[in-house]
């Protein structure tokens, strides 16, 4: 087991990697998770927004992104107008194209979501028992 080079506290083993999301930086912004753990299958931020912060609206040209919200309650608005509430548990998945904004609805409290991005469709289920395991 070792840390990484990059000082973020991720510790890594033999085809695995944990962090918490404090080693992963400080403040509000952008926590990246993908390089610290190692991810190359698809994208994943965490993202910690100030108290009644909302981010830029944006797009993707490839990738759809799946929200979930693990602390707070945001709201997402979408490009066509709508706007929908998600606590703590919530997530919200939205199209590449569709436009987006998160806000932030504490006014003293700050809020955080990972977002995970990809593209190309679904594996399908490719689990396997380990040698000696059984199912419970």
Do not use: C
Request: no cysteine; glycine share 16%; net charge negative.
């Amino acid at each position: 087991m070792s840390e990484t080079p990059d000082g973020s506290g991720a510790r890594k083993g033999d085809g695995w990697s944990v962090a918490h999301l404090d080693d992963l930086g400080e403040g509000p912004g952008f926590r990246k998770v993908r390089g610290a753990l190692g991810v190359t299958a698809f994208g994943v931020n965490a993202i910690v927004l100030p108290p009644a912060y909302a981010t830029g609206s944006h797009y993707h040209e490839e990738q759809e992104e799946l929200y979930f919200v693990h602390r707070g309650r945001v709201a997402f608005e979408f490009g066509d107008g709508s706007v929908q509430e998600v606590e703590a548990g919530g997530m919200a998945w939205v199209d590449a194209p569709t436009h987006r904004r998160v806000r932030n609805l504490s006014e003293t409290e700050e809020a955080v979501y990972l977002v995970v991005g990809g593209k190309g469709g679904y594996v399908g289920r490719d689990g396997k028992l380990a040698p000696g395991e059984s199912h419970r």
